[in-house]
């Protein structure tokens, strides 16, 4: 995540998502993933999308708010209370630019963010990539834009349910088939019930959706219910994969 994404459509259809699945009993906690490297290019511009203001219309105006007054950053999201009011926020930045002592720095800092967010129930995972195949990944100079499945693994054993941002990339096969080599690679770590949406407005992303045995009945619910909202009945959002599986 980098500061400039916010208050973008991939933005608004993020925090609809995670209301739906959070509702007001399932407490949310917020990994950012928050990217200390800042890039040079057009992602984050697509900030005009009043077509989709019907889907969700307090959402919606909170957001171009934000944008309107320059406030473009995780802090003003978590102060302009977007997210439910109880939700929990690792916030701290990460930059992979310094090569030295790379490896320990990310330790720590994923080890102060499982500390961080142990009360919350459903924990989203924010990277400006998503989940890699390749563990080395995170060690490069672009290591900031991954989570890996080492650094999942854990809260789904502490029981924790997660939703994982996943952008598109070049993958041979496009996003389809990249979700479902990660939906494969999240069922190695003994994650049974996963399944995934896929958002199609300007640039696809998918979120994936890894349910913990408490929370399955729940999130199961709360699909079906975000399933009969405009968001999926004007085919904004699609899901890849049942959630009985």
Known sequence: MQNRYVGDVGDFAKYALLKALAGDDLRLGVHWYLNADEEQNSDGKFTDYSHLRHCDE???LALQNLVNSGRRSV????????LPPN?????RPLSSRDRRERAE????????AFETLAPAQLVFMDP?????????EKL???GAKYVCAEEIAPYYRRGQSLVIYQHQTREKGGLRVLIERRVELLRSLECEHVWAFKFRRKRARAFLIIAAP????TLRARTFEF???????EGHFVQELPSSQ
């Open 58 to 60: 307090p959402l919606y």
């Open 75 to 82: 802090a003003a999201v978590e102060q302009a209370g977007i």
């Open 87 to 91: 939700t929990i926020y690792f916030s």
């Open 105 to 112: 720095r990310r330790a720590a800092w994923n080890a102060e």
């Open 128 to 136: 400006d990539n998503g989940l890699t195949e390749k563990p080395a």
């Open 140 to 142: 490069g100079s672009r």
């Open 214 to 217: 408490a929370h399955l009945e």
């Open 227 to 233: 399933q009969q909202t405009p968001w999926f009945r």
